[in-house]
Structure formats: structure tokens, C-alpha cells
């Protein structure tokens, strides 16, 4: 019989496997390190495997727990089967592991007790594949309350202060360097460059993408498109990172979004660089350049470039961020609502939830979804609801059944 099991070259399975017992009685059990366990467990009336493996283990501790009942004294067992494999001792059962052609041999020496098998081949030890252990989500202690009715973008994004200009770029802001830096625009297949100070509003609003957003199978980043209500338009994202950023960006509801708008050509006092940054936004009547990186991937090229960012953005009356992260669970529930921000309403639930609120105040999540005739319904409607600023939560604290909604201005505030 072949030794090598699946779960070596296959697809991750379950940490435990049913035992196969075939015809003759000879029972099989898959650990999870990918060993096989053998055993003749005809005269064992109950067995269970649980197997655990530490981070350092080659091969899982396995403990067998046995009946002390003989199938022996089984009343239904016929005669034969009793006589067969008469060597097996019901009291000291044999274990046998199969791996890589070597075949170890245990005995257990008493019924129910512990069996470790240790000392596995090489080749165990480098195709094991072992289950990353599943961790829960254990929420940040609460903080200031954060009211979604009240929410912006900047509540949902983690933002890094931007350096001050190195000597050598402070140096090379003399006069005229708007002049001196370059922005490059797109408009369909056409590039266009303007210097810093002469480059005009309309024309980066009426631009397109200064890269070509792609993805394939090599590609680590997830590139791709995202609808925006605040603009009833697609959006492309260069990762899933800044696709979190959009989704922010909606719900604060910004008036509209660039994607990639231009690239800045600048000098840092030693040499030319060039910068692309990701997005481009108008909200609240002002005009920010966005860049986005996960904390730990921002280097000091990137903090240059946002600098350099920062003083055009400076020059020209406009705003700078560099977003390095989204804070939990702030984030967590507005992305999650968001599945639901254009949930219709066909049951006419909107004024129902909206009266109920302004009679009762402040009441939990289910409470006000067990008032409706369809509660599941319900809940869709009234996380709408939240997404459109009618009902209020806290944004500090996970949203759950308990969780206290109420209408705008009327939270419970301490």
C-alpha cells in the first residue's frame, strides 16, 4: 500500500480525520502531520484520535483513548472473527506508523494510555503543513465615542505626518521652482505637461489615469474598480489597500475622485525624481492629494516623494495626506455596511425605523429590527440607514445586536 498521503501534496485538510476500518478489521487513522497511523483495533470497542501540534513539533502527539471493554466479550461477535488475528493482545494493542517506507512499531502498554511518536523522517519534517492557528477578534479598548452621523474620512484613516524638506531640498526651493517642477496629465491617449504654478484645476479634473491599472497572476497588489455612491461612478484602485480608501471616501461623500492624476517631476537638490500619486479628491470644497502605503511599507523614498507632494500641494492651496492605515472597528463596520448601501426599500420600512427611533431613542440594534414584520429586512434597511446618515452608532465599539442606534443628535452622549 503507498505510504504518501494526501495531505502532503494535496490540498489542506482537517486536523483529525474519520478512521477507515475495512473488512478485516484493520483500522486506519491520518494524522495531522500527514503520517499514517495504523492499528488493528478489532478487540477495541470505542476509539477516538486527538492529535495536537506544537509550533516546533515534526509530527503531532497523538493520544489514543480506549474502551477497556474487549470486543471479545461482545455478545453480537461471532466466533470467527473472534479467533481471527489471535496474536493481537486485547490489553497491549499494537501502533504502527507508515511513513516514507519505515514502518515504527509501538505497543500501548495499558488500555487508554498515551501514546507520543516522535523522530520523524526528514522529508515529514519539510512537507508538513500545519493549519495557522485561528485567531479571534479581540477589539481595542473604547475610546471617545466616534458617531457615524458625525464620521469622516479622516475618523476612518490612520494618517503619518510628512517630514520637513531635507537640507538639500530646502535648498533647491528657491524662487521659481514651481516653475522648474513639472505635472504631466493624461487625456486619453495623450500625455500634456504643465509647470507647477501654471497648471490648471480642469485640467487634472478632466484628466484619466496617468498608469494603466492591470492585474495578473503575478501581481501581488489587487488592482481593480469600485462604485462609489457619493459619485455614481467606478473608481480604479492600483490595490485592495486603497480600495479601503475609497470606501471612506464614499461614505464621507466626496464630491469626486482622480485616480493616479499626475506625475510630479521634481528635484530634491541632488538628482530628478519622479512621483505619481495615488488619488486626487475634492470634498468639502478643498482639493487633496492622497497617497496611501501600509504603515510598515513606507520607506524614506516614499516619505521624499510625499514632501515634495506637500510643497506643491502647499504652493497651490490644496492639501496633502499620506494614509498608512484604517482603525478597527471604525473601519470594519463602515466597510461592512456598505454592502448595503443601495438596499431598496420595498417594504417600506425607512419611516418605520425613523418613527420608532424618535418614539423610543436610543434602542439596541435587534430591538429595533424585532419591531418590523421581516427582521432580517430589517436589518439590511437599517444599516442603509446608517450608511446614509439618517440613524447614528458609536463607531468606537463593534457593531452587534446590543448596540445602541438612534437618530442624529440624539445618541446617548456622556
Known sequence: MTN??????????????????????????????????????????????????GPDATLTEIEHKFDDRSRADDPDRSDDSADTDSDQDPQNPRLTLLHGGVTRTLSVPAVGAPVSITSPSPALRDTTRRHAPLSRYKAPPAGPPVWSADAGWHDLTIRRDVPPPSPALAAALTPGWTHRWLVTYRHGKNDYTASAASVGEADLFAGDPIR????????????????????????????????????????????????????????????????????????????????????????????DDCTAVGELAMSRG???????GYPTPAFTIIDTISAHSDTPDHLGYTDDILDFLDRRGPTP??????????????????????????????????????????????????
Open 318 to 324: 490644496w492639501d496633502h495626506a499620506l494614509v498608512v
Open 365 to 414: 440594534f435587534a430591538d429595533v429590527c424585532a419591531a418590523l414584520s421581516s427582521p432580517i429586512m430589517g436589518r439590511a434597511v437599517l444599516q442603509r440607514l446608517i450608511w446614509e446618515r439618517q440613524v447614528s452608532i458609536d463607531l468606537a465599539v463593534p457593531l452587534e445586536d446590543h448596540s445602541l442606534v438612534a437618530l442624529p443628535g440624539r445618541e446617548v452622549r456622556s
Open 4 to 53: 504518501e498521503h494526501p495531505a502532503l501534496t494535496g490540498p489542506r485538510r482537517p486536523a483529525a480525520i474519520p478512521p477507515r476500518t475495512d473488512s478485516t478489521g484493520h483500522t486506519t487513522i491520518h494524522s495531522s502531520a500527514g503520517g499514517t497511523i495504523e492499528w488493528t483495533a478489532r478487540n477495541l470497542d470505542d476509539s477516538t484520535l486527538d492529535s495536537t501540534s
Open 212 to 303: 494603466v491599472n492591470s492585474w495578473h497572476k503575478n501581481k501581488t497588489a489587487r488592482a481593480g474598480l469600485r462604485f462609489m455612491e457619493a459619485t455614481g461612478r467606478l473608481h480604479a484602485h492600483e490595490s485592495l489597500f486603497e480600495r479601503k480608501l475609497l470606501c471612506a471616501l464614499d461614505f464621507h461623500g466626496a464630491s469626486n475622485i482622480y485616480s493616479q492624476p499626475f506625475t510630479l517631476t521634481w528635484h530634491d537638490g541632488v538628482r530628478e525624481r519622479n512621483h505619481t500619486p495615488d488619488f486626487l479628491v475634492v470634498t468639502d470644497g478643498n482639493i487633496v492629494i492622497v497617497n496611501t502605503r501600509p504603515a510598515h511599507l513606507v520607506r524614506d523614498p516614499l516619505l
